[in-house]
């Protein structure tokens, strides 16, 4: 199963649609059940990145200012999700 992938609230569609594909292609070698969350806030300017491992367990969660790039984000998420991978390993 690949890696699940929510992108929501960032106040541009187009946007969330370029991050989402981008996410999907960079997190497909990844088939551990793996989920990724990035959602902007109505309260502020920031976006929330969170990794949830198979087991349900949060194993990051980044917060960026809203101006960071589709690359920025995406090659944010791909490395928490390396690093929980890895974590995973070795326990």
Do not use: C, F, P
């Amino acid at each position: 199963m690949s890696a699940a992938i929510t992108v929501k609230y960032l106040g541009n569609e187009r946007l969330e649609n370029q991050i989402r594909e981008r996410l999907e292609q960079d997190l497909s070698m990844h088939d551990d059940g793996w989920r990724v969350t990035v959602l902007g806030s109505e309260g502020n300017d920031r976006w929330e990145i969170k990794v949830y491992g198979s087991n349900g367990l949060v194993h990051a969660v980044k917060k960026l200012d809203a101006d960071q790039t589709v690359n920025k984000i995406a090659e944010e998420a791909a490395h928490m999700v390396k690093v929980a991978s890895q974590q995973k390993l070795a326990s």
